[in-house]
Nanobody, 114 residues
Framework: QVQLVESGGDLVQPGGSLRLSCAAS????????MGWYRQAPGKQRELVAT???????NYDESVKGRFTISRDNTQNTIYLNMTSLKPEDTAVYHC????????WGQGTQVTVSS
């Protein structure tokens, strides 16, 4: 059974930082493209960042220079380091893994507010 489990979401003040984690099981993790989407209330789902099995990273323009995606193939885990957080970063963050099929996690809530 494939599972992607996110953690690390929290309430943080503008300008703060958070680190999200996504632990995968049931897949050959090192072969998968992994990434993060987010969805805010009333808005479309937005691709935030991806990392290929070769370590190539890609980011949405809105998070470039503030967010960093990484992966640890020994721990079957990806991370999203988020700095200089803004209220518009508030959303549920979902990780996904893609090869032929795509798997999703349940999401973790990030709220940026003073």
């Amino acid at each position: 059974q494939v599972q992607l489990v996110e953690s690390g979401g929290d309430l943080v003040q503008p300008g703060g930082s958070l680190r999200l984690s996504c632990a995968a099981s049931g897949i050959t993790f090192s072969l998968y493209v992994m990434g993060w989407y987010r969805q805010a209330p009333g808005k479309q789902r937005e691709l935030v960042a991806t990392i290929t099995n070769g370590g190539f990273r890609n980011y949405d323009e809105s998070v470039k220079g503030r967010f960093t995606i990484s992966r640890d193939n020994t721990q079957n885990t990806i991370y999203l380091n988020m700095t200089s957080l803004k209220p518009e970063d508030t959303a549920v963050y979902h990780c996904y893994g893609q090869r032929v099929e795509t798997y999703w996690g349940q999401g973790t809530q990030v709220t940026v507010s003073s």
